[in-house]
């Protein structure tokens, strides 16, 4: 017996379907039809008008005759050659004809042999040449060869199944009294056969094209498994934070950005000192790994029965806080090593039977991604970080702050928040449409003013709050007044000081003090308007701007994207990697997100009832249910990557398609017709396998 | 009924007082009557759904130490939101429920975490994560007590999973730790449910209809399981029914919900046909 859970609200029966409208009359039904029908045709007759349907471009023998040399150069493929020896067949031919005449020479009593009817003819006359004995089928040029040797192509010959030919020529304007000659140039396969340069050139390409696949999606899964969590909607539905959070946690992401790019730039410096010194940088390596672990082994104990005191969660967090320090330091110096030892390896490598220098280059590539992307993980990270911490601190506030203060607090915060926003937005505004702002002390002192009164108008609500009245309170209530105008100026000039910072590689020349001031007036008025309910959707927020992310960076075709990518690092496979890497993430994200979105929530409930955290719920409950869709969808994705990464190159993004585009171009359909084999082999492969994979797997 | 295993676990039950300042929460002062063996205090719940359906209607009741209540009433009638209200699996509208002496409704996340992990949870559904081994379903009920940070790389003490052998060891599934969990069948899925909820060290078990997906005869055996837990683990347990043979059978008590209102607490005993129909409705048919 199964029961309906009743937290699955069942909808009220009550409302039954309003009253159909009066029926229609049956002529008017006819009408109604009549009407359809002659709207669809108009709309197909439109559409045939505006896609330029033209049967008689079908017909046109000419593009006929263009298409099937197309068809035949593709059915033709280049793959493969034979050595050839030319074989010369002549007769000899005097034009004009002497006075005595001229008699045919003998034809020989075996092997091919050409005859020109007649034997001899004025110049510029037609004349029929005849050819016998030969091999069916075989094709060849026939060409006047005059004394100086300099052949004249006349026609091209094509040997009937019988081994004759018969053509007429027209003899060139070569009057001559010595004999000159008729030669037909056939061409005899010796030897064995051989893999055409075409055939050498696409296996190259195509596995660039493959390799460009294989990092495309590797990158793009990595990059999507942790975003698809959030455009989950039901991960994030139940996910509510207060004011204070949100508020701390923007705050907190530009002084993490500032503290992590200090700290990228220290490891990076300490990592520069130490290179070229392998010996330093694997000692320090040890020491930063030996260091992480055992911190972390006091940091991070198996399991507490009790809520340990303040002090030792902080001298923890402390320690954690440095053991990622260290782990920067190791990354850099891992890094380095990587460099290192990747030029060391490589010429002893390409020196053995097979040259395997490019795992050395590989290392080297690696290293190099570490030590370029460190700045900019120390700052995510520490962005990060500093997130987690401001959203966690503004819980703690909400919950301990007395009611009375809460709301100064929120609103305070909500302002600094909303400053940051918008002066970042403003500064995005002005950086890409270059805005010069002069008129930078108006913008200041204006700015400075108005967050002075917003000040001081929040700070004299403040007061009327938390100062009782009385001859003394008025005073009390004036100070703080005071006091909050004050605070006001000084926020206004601090944000506009933190937002000149962060930018301050963009070199704005201007501040940012408008936006920040708009910024943090909205700021306050959010915290103003939101005070009955001070728990924010922030999971939907989440889930609602990562979608929208998503399907904007999706729908941008990655031939397109490539255009940009081009421009950024050149022409050439990486490129290609980029925009498909980018496209993946996008695309995976979504179809991830959707595959969270469809599983079971009973183990999610039961897992949340243990008194787990969010993230080990995600690992104990949600990815148990999504790894064989996730591994389905990344073949997938695979087996898309390897079909765009064969026409990525239509557009400059290496692999194949760089090759097919240009022998399409050029009219060489052999050769295309190679690359095209080879993209059907290699996409119906990749399907094979990828099935074999899914179902073992799923 | 004796199972193998059985007995009180070691520092299983820390009593009330104690065990709120072990929480390291704000107990409630005032009339709440600490160590009386009153474990949990529901006071004017109300939950209204989203949606404008009112699943409690004002429920009020106290749980004593120990006890084996059970929750009956018919589907919809709200056992199963009332039952999730307590851990906050569902966030009530209104009132106020107190465990222990402390205010589950105010507690924040952290809070909230502590509390809910010394109570376990059965589903009607076992909701158990079907691709994982069983010995990691169990093991999952330790999560809110280890390292953050470890389990996230599936690490688990020794002492853990020690503890998750024995566990498995007393639903008598010892040699299933390495299946994966939906090889198992529906009652044995259930066995390990309840093992997942043991390795809690539970206070109290929530149980929601937790033998209604399983035929008759394996559902004494699992009710047999949770009589034995209420009785020598001295674990308080929470279950809601829908037979009320199983409820005179087990239940020391008897809360009875109908459209989200408490129409009847007391002994099963207690529930003659009058009563029987005020819980049911007026034509319902006793079968049972």
Redesign the interface.
């Known amino acids: 017996?199964?029961?309906?859970?009743?937290?699955v609200?069942?909808?009220s029966e009550a409302t039954a379907p309003p009253p159909k409208a009066k029926k229609r009359s049956a002529l008017m039904r006819l009408l109604l039809i009549w009407l359809s029908i002659i709207a669809i045709i108009i709309g197909y007759a439109f559409a045939t008008q505006a896609t330029d349907v033209d049967l008689g471009e079908i017909k046109d023998e000419q593009r006929r005759v263009q298409l099937i040399r197309i068809i035949r150069g593709l059915a033709r493929p280049d793959i493969i050659e034979f050595e050839e020896v030319p074989t010369f067949h002549e007769t000899p031919v005097v034009t004009p004809c002497p006075a005595g005449g001229f008699d045919a020479p003998e034809p020989p009593s075996e092997g091919p042999y050409i005859r020109m009817v007649p034997p001899c003819a004025a110049p510029d006359t037609e004349v029929t040449v005849q050819g016998f004995d030969f091999e069916p089928g075989t094709t060849g040029p026939l060409s006047f060869i005059p004394p100086s040797e300099v052949t004249l192509k006349l026609a091209d010959i094509r040997v009937d199944r019988d081994g004759t030919f018969e053509v007429v020529v027209e003899l060139p304007d070569r009057p001559d009294e010595t004999v000159q000659h008729l030669r037909v140039t056939t061409r005899e396969r010796s030897g064995s056969w051989r893999l055409t340069d075409t055939t050498k050139d696409t296996w190259e390409k195509i596995i660039e094209t493959v390799a460009l696949a294989l990092i495309a999606t590797t990158v793009g899964t990595a990059l999507a498994i942790p975003l698809s969590f959030f455009s989950a909607r039901n991960l994030m539905r139940s996910i509510r934070t207060p004011l204070v959070s949100v508020g701390l946690l923007i705050i907190g992401i530009p002084f993490g950005i500032l503290v992590g790019r200090q700290l990228g730039r220290w490891v990076t410096d300490g990592g520069e000192n130490l290179s070229g010194n392998a010996l330093g940088l694997a000692l320090a390596l040890v020491a930063a790994a030996a260091f992480a672990f055992f911190a972390l082994r006091w940091a991070?104990?198996?399991?507490?029965?009790?809520?340990p005191p303040r002090s030792l969660r902080l001298a923890r967090r402390a320690v954690i806080a440095v053991v990622v320090v260290a782990a920067l330091f190791g990354i850099g110096f891992f890094g380095h090593i990587l460099i290192w030892f990747g030029g060391e390896i490589e010429g002893p490598l390409d020196d053995l039977v097979l040259p395997l220098g490019f795992v050395g280059d590989f290392f080297v590539v690696l290293g190099d991604l570490l030590t370029t992307f460190l700045t900019a993980m120390a700052a995510i990270t520490a962005a990060g970080a500093a997130a987690v911490w401001g959203s966690r601190f503004g819980?703690t506030v909400r919950?301990r702050v007395p009611a009375r203060a809460l709301q100064p607090v929120r609103i305070a915060v909500a302002a600094v928040a909303g400053a940051i926003i918008a002066a970042g937005a403003g500064g995005a505004i002005r950086w890409l449409y270059e805005v010069d702002q002069s008129n930078n002390l108006m913008a200041t002192s204006a700015s400075a003013f108005l967050l002075a009164i917003s000040g001081g108008g929040i700070a004299l609500a403040v007061g009327r709050r938390l100062v009782p009245e009385g001859p003394g309170g008025t005073a009390l209530r004036f100070l703080i007044g005071v006091v909050g105008i004050g605070l006001g100026f000084f926020t206004g000039i601090g944000a506009g000081w933190l937002a000149d910072m962060l930018l301050e590689p963009v070199d704005l020349n201007g501040t940012l003090w408008g936006p920040g001031v708009v910024g943090a007036i909205l700021g306050a008025v959010a915290a103003v308007a939101t005070r009955k309910l001070d728990s924010l959707p922030s999971g939907m927020a989440t889930y609602y701007l990562s979608r929208t992310v998503f399907n904007a960076i999706r729908s941008v075709e990655p031939l397109v994207m490539v255009i940009v990518f081009v421009v950024w690092v050149g022409i050439g496979p990486f490129a290609g990697s980029l925009a498909l890497a980018l496209h993946t993430t996008a695309a995976l994200a979504k179809l991830y997100s959707e595959q969270v979105e469809s599983i079971?929530p009973?183990?999610i409930?039961?897992?949340?009832?243990?008194?787990?955290?969010r993230?080990?719920n995600i690992?104990?409950?949600v990815t148990?249910?999504i790894?064989?869709p996730y591994i389905a969808f990344t073949l997938y994705r695979w087996d898309i990557n390897v079909r765009m990464s064969t026409i990525i190159g239509f557009a400059g993004g290496g692999g194949i398609g760089f090759l097919l585009q240009q022998n399409i171009n050029l009219l060489h359909y052999r050769e295309a017709s190679v690359q095209m084999l080879a993209i059907a082999i290699v996409v119906s492969t990749l399907d094979f396998v990828s099935a074999r994979v899914r179902e073992r797997i799923v | 009924m004796h199972f193998p295993g059985c007995g009180r676990e070691a520092?299983g039950a820390p009593r009330s007082g104690r065990f709120a300042n072990?929480?390291?929460l704000r107990a409630q002062t005032g009339d709440w009557r600490l160590g009386t063996g009153t474990v949990l205090k529901v006071e004017n719940l109300t939950k209204i759904?989203?949606?404008?359906?009112l699943?409690l209607d004002d429920v009020s009741f106290e749980v004593e130490d120990g006890e084996f209540l059970a929750v009956i009433g018919l589907?919809?009638?709200?056992?199963?939101?009332l039952l999730?209200c307590i851990?906050r699996?569902?966030e009530p509208t209104e009132g106020r429920i107190t465990w222990h002496g402390v205010d589950v409704t105010a507690a924040?996340?952290e809070e909230l975490?502590?509390?809910?992990?010394?109570?376990?949870?059965v589903?009607?559904?076992?909701?158990?994560?079907?691709?994982?081994k069983v010995i990691?379903n169990v093991l999952?009920?330790?999560?809110?007590?280890?390292?953050?940070?470890?389990?996230?790389i599936?690490?688990?003490?020794p002492?853990?999973v020690r503890m998750a052998k024995e566990k498995l060891a007393r639903v008598g599934l010892a040699e299933k730790a390495k299946a994966r969990a939906d090889e198992l069948s529906g009652g044995q899925q259930q066995r390990v449910?309840i093992a997942?909820a043991l390795?809690?060290n539970p206070e109290m078990i929530?149980a929601d209809?937790p033998v209604?997906?399983l035929d008759p005869v394996l559902a004494h055996g699992i009710m047999k399981y949770l009589e034995d837990i209420n009785a020598s683990d001295n674990i308080t347990v929470l279950c809601s029914l829908?037979f009320l043979d199983l409820v005179h059978r087990y239940a020391d008590r008897v809360i009875a919900l109908n459209e989200g209102k408490l129409v009847f607490q007391g002994p099963p005993s207690a529930i003659d046909d009058d009563m029987f129909k005020d819980i049911y409705g007026q034509e319902a048919e006793r079968v049972g």
């Open positions: 017996m199964s029961v309906i859970p009743p937290e609200p069942v909808e991070l104990p198996e399991e507490d029965d009790e809520p819980h919950d079971l009973g183990p409930e039961a897992v949340t009832a243990t008194g787990a955290t993230l080990q690992v104990y409950a148990p249910q790894v064989p | 520092g072990a929480l390291g759904y989203d949606g404008g359906v699943a589907s919809g009638s709200g056992k199963s939101t999730r851990n699996l569902i924040n996340q975490r502590r509390i809910r992990r010394r109570i376990g949870m589903f009607q559904h076992f909701n158990l994560v079907h691709r994982s990691t999952a009920g330790r999560l809110g007590y280890v390292n953050p940070a470890l389990s996230l599936n690490r688990f003490p002492s853990d449910g997942r390795m809690q929530l209809e209604a997906s829908h």
